[in-house]
Nanobody, 119 residues
Framework: QVELVESGGGLVQAGGSLRLSCAASGRTVSRYVMGWFRQAPGKEREFVAR????????YYASSVEGRFAISRDNAKNTVLLQMSSLKPEDTAVYYC????????????WGQGTQVTVSS
């Protein structure tokens, strides 16, 4: 079992920045791939970014590449999502998720944190 707790959401003006954190506890997190997803009102949940804990490799959705950066803090078992040049269309509930490396399905999810970008 892996428990995930997000924090850092809030209200920001377009062009601003926010940093989201995801604290992971439970099983050995180094075996996992950590992802960020988001869901805007009336839309399906979509992939944002992911990082492989063991080697730090990353991958981004095209809509956020160059503006968002995902990283991990091994000492704190925390995954960070630094969001810059935010746009109103980035407004959503952001979720942290975890899956075992080599698997496709994300089995563990956090409760979500709201990000609102005003124009």
């Amino acid at each position: 079992q892996v428990e995930l707790v997000e924090s850092g959401g809030g209200l920001v003006q377009a062009g601003g920045s926010l940093r989201l954190s995801c604290a992971a506890s439970g099983r050995t997190v180094s075996r996992y791939v950590m992802g960020w997803f988001r869901q805007a009102p009336g839309k399906e949940r979509e992939f944002v970014a992911r990082i492989t804990w063991s080697d730090g490799s990353t991958y981004y959705a095209s809509s956020v590449e160059g503006r968002f950066a995902i990283s991990r803090d091994n000492a704190k078992n925390t995954v960070l999502l630094q969001m810059s040049s935010l746009k109103p269309e980035d407004t959503a509930v952001y979720y942290c998720a975890a899956r075992l490396a080599g698997k496709y399905k994300y089995d563990y999810w956090g409760q979500g944190t709201q990000v609102t970008v005003s124009s």
